[in-house]
């Protein structure tokens, strides 16, 4: 992971260096588990609450840029987690082609589908092995 990929992540991990170790881990984990080329992603962490209210969600990966954007703000690390991890299926989706392929998009597509699947399996997996995540 190249860590321009985190802009922004001293801004999730107040007041201790242990949840951007932890963040920072998981990343590396994920992309290892989803089989991830080894390409930087720009990652935001953002507290922009209007945003998150406007657009209804709480990440979103823009794959033509690829660029991610995760709302962080009054959210349990866990729940963090696992956005970025829904997203991350969202970068494999692209890198595989399925998203280009797609006829549908949006809640209730296979796309989300598929990425709400894998980001709770893989949080249940990441859970067992590390059980600070539940704040």
Known sequence: MRFQELERIEDIVKPSNRREQRVRHFIEWTKKRLGLADEPINIVFSYDRD??????????????????????????MVDILRTVCHELVHVKQGQVGDIQRATRHGPGSPLEVEADAKAGYLMKLYGKLHRDIFE
């Open 51 to 76: 945003d998150a209210q406007d657009q209804h969600r709480t990440g979103q990966w823009d794959y033509q840029n690829n660029h991610m954007v995760v709302y962080v703000g009054n959210r349990n």
